[in-house]
C-alpha cells in the first residue's frame, strides 16, 4: 500500500514510521467504509490517525503515542476528556438503560438548565445531532413567517442535510450538491460575510425570506471571524423586517459564556441550535426558542389554532445517556468557571505559537477568540506582525482556504509527529484542562514543525 512506502518527506516519513497501527486499521477500513472513513474531516493521506482512549487534554492513538488532543471532540469535550463526574454519572445511567421508549425524568431536568442558562430558550426541543438541530429550526421559522427562504452566508457551516449542503467549501452560486434538487436551492441565498449593507439591501428587495442562520463569531468558530458590531446590527435588520434570526450554537453554547455567544455577545437569538457541548460529548441536541417559534411542535396549541402541527418524532431525542452527561456538564459549567478556563487556555495558545512564529521570523498569524485559535498560513504574502495581528482588520477574502495542499498535510503530520493532534492544519480547541505544561509543549511542536517545513522548502 502507498502509505507503507517511503516518500521524499521526512515529515510524512516520521508519520508513517510513528503510526503503523492507524495504518493497518486503515487499510481494513478501507475495503468497508468509503475512503475508509467516518467523517469528512478524518480524511487525510497517507493515513487518519485512529485514536484508543482520551484523559483531560490527552489522548493516546491506538500505537500508544501520547498526543496534546486540540480537536476536542469537534467541540464537545469543554471539560476535557472523560471528566470524572460526567463519567461516572454515565456509566451508572447505562447500567439502568440507554432507550426506554418513554419520557423520563432527566429530560425535564436537562431542559431546566438550558432554559437557565440559554438566554432565547423559553421552550426546548431535542433531537440526535446538531445536523438535526438546524434542520428543525429553518423548518420552524418558514412554518412561523409563512416565508420560503432562509439567508446564509458564504462558508457558515450548519450540518450536512439539503439546505445547508452547498456554500461551504463551494458553489457559492447557490447551484446544488450532488443529491440536493434543484428546488431546494431557491430556498437559500448566499451572501458573503460581514457585508451588513448586502443584508440590508436584500431586505429591502425580498420580502420572503423566513430567517437567517449564522455561526455567531464566524464559519469554523471564528476562521472568517464576525466582529460583534456586526452581529448586533444583523439582530437589528431582523427585527426591522420581521426576519428571525437562528444562532447556530452548536459549537459556542455552553463554551464561550455559560450562555453561549448570546451571553457572551450580548445579542439573544429568536431561536439557536445546541450540541456537542449540550450533551457532554454524547450524541445529541436541540434546538431553543421562543414559544410562539416552538409551538408549531405543539399539538394542543397547533390544534387550538387549527393549524397543521409540524411532526417530529425521534428515536433518540433525549436519550437516558445523553440526557445524563448533558445534566452534569452543564451543572459544572454554570457552577464553575469552565468557560473562563478554557478561553485563558485559547488566549495564551494564541500568544505562544506568536511567539513561535515571531522568533522563527515566518510571516503567519495565530488568531481567534475564546477557547479557539486559527492559523494563518497568509498565502497571499501580506506583511504582517505575529505579535500585532487583528484578524478583524483584513476583508473576509483574506482568509480563503490556502492553496498549497502539501504544506497544509505537512503542518498538520509534523504537529502529530511531535506530540498534538490539531483540527486538521486550521488550528484548534482548547478545553478548560489545557493547562500551561501542554500549551508549552504545543509550541514547541510548532516550532519543531515549522523548521521541519523549512527543511523541506515548503517554507521559502
Not at 460529548?281 to 436541540?286: D, I, R, S, T, Y
Not at 502529530?416 to 482548547?430: E, F, K, P, T, W
Request: aromatic share 6%.
Amino acid at each position: 500500500m502507498p502509505d507503507t512506502h517511503l516518500t521524499n518527506s521526512a515529515i510524512i516519513n516520521a508519520y508513517v514510521a510513528r503510526t503503523p497501527g492507524s495504518a493497518a486499521l486503515h487499510r481494513e477500513a478501507l475495503g468497508m467504509l468509503p475512503s475508509g472513513i467516518a467523517h469528512d474531516s478524518r480524511w487525510m493521506k497517507p493515513h487518519p490517525l485512529y485514536v484508543d482512549r482520551g484523559e483531560g487534554p490527552l489522548k493516546w492513538d491506538v500505537d500508544g503515542n501520547r498526543l496534546v488532543d486540540l480537536f476536542g471532540g469537534h467541540g464537545s469535550h469543554l471539560l476535557g476528556h472523560c471528566p470524572p463526574g460526567v463519567t461516572v454519572a454515565v456509566q451508572a445511567q447505562i447500567g439502568k438503560g440507554s432507550q426506554f421508549g418513554a419520557g423520563h425524568a432527566l429530560e425535564i431536568e436537562w431542559t431546566r438548565l438550558i432554559q437557565q442558562m440559554v438566554p432565547c430558550a423559553e421552550r426546548v426541543r431535542f433531537v440526535a445531532s446538531g445536523t438535526e438541530a438546524t434542520h428543525m429550526a429553518v423548518r420552524l421559522c418558514r412554518a412561523f413567517t409563512g416565508r420560503k427562504k432562509i439567508l446564509r452566508f458564504h462558508r457558515h457551516y450548519h450540518g450536512w442535510h439539503d439546505v445547508m449542503a452547498f456554500g461551504v467549501d463551494g458553489h457559492f452560486d447557490g447551484t446544488a450538491t450532488p443529491g440536493v434538487p434543484d428546488a431546494t436551492t431557491e430556498g437559500v441565498v448566499l451572501l458573503p460575510p460581514n457585508d451588513i449593507e448586502a443584508v440590508k439591501a436584500l431586505f429591502e428587495r425580498d420580502p420572503d425570506i423566513a430567517a437567517v442562520i449564522l455561526e455567531p463569531i464566524g464559519n469554523t468558530t471564528g476562521a472568517v471571524p464576525i466582529p460583534g458590531s456586526f452581529l448586533h446590527a444583523l439582530r437589528a435588520l431582523t427585527e426591522a423586517h420581521g426576519v428571525l434570526l437562528i444562532m447556530d450554537e452548536v459549537v459556542t453554547g455552553f463554551r464561550l459564556a455559560p450562555g453561549g455567544a448570546q451571553e457572551a455577545r450580548g445579542v439573544k437569538a429568536d431561536i439557536c441550535t445546541l450540541a456537542k457541548v449540550v450533551a457532554g460529548g454524547m450524541p445529541g441536541g436541540a434546538v431553543a426558542g421562543r414559544k410562539d417559534l416552538l409551538d408549531f411542535l405543539d399539538f394542543e396549541v397547533s390544534a387550538q389554532l387549527g393549524r397543521e402541527k409540524i411532526r417530529h418524532p425521534g428515536t433518540y431525542n433525549a436519550n437516558p445517556v445523553s440526557a445524563t452527561a448533558g445534566i452534569e456538564t452543564l451543572k459544572i459549567i454554570r457552577d464553575t468557571n469552565a468557560c473562563g478556563r478554557a478561553n485563558e487556555a485559547g488566549a495564551a495558545m494564541r500568544a505562544a505559537l506568536n511567539q513561535v512564529l515571531a522568533a522563527e521570523n515566518l510571516p503567519w498569524a495565530v488568531y481567534g477568540e475564546f477557547s479557539f485559535f486559527h492559523i494563518f498560513t497568509n498565502p497571499d504574502g501580506l506583511d504582517i506582525d505575529p505579535l500585532n495581528f487583528d484578524a478583524f482588520t483584513l476583508p473576509s477574502a483574506a482568509f480563503k482556504p490556502d492553496p498549497r495542499k502539501a504544506l497544509g498535510q505537512k503542518l498538520y503530520l509534523g504537529m502529530v509527529v511531535n506530540g498534538v493532534d490539531a483540527m486538521g492544519h486550521r488550528g484548534g480547541i482548547l478545553s478548560a484542562t489545557h493547562g500551561a505544561d501542554v500549551i508549552g509543549e504545543t509550541a514547541e511542536a510548532f516550532r519543531a514543525t515549522i523548521r521541519a517545513l523549512k527543511e523541506e522548502r515548503e517554507l521559502v
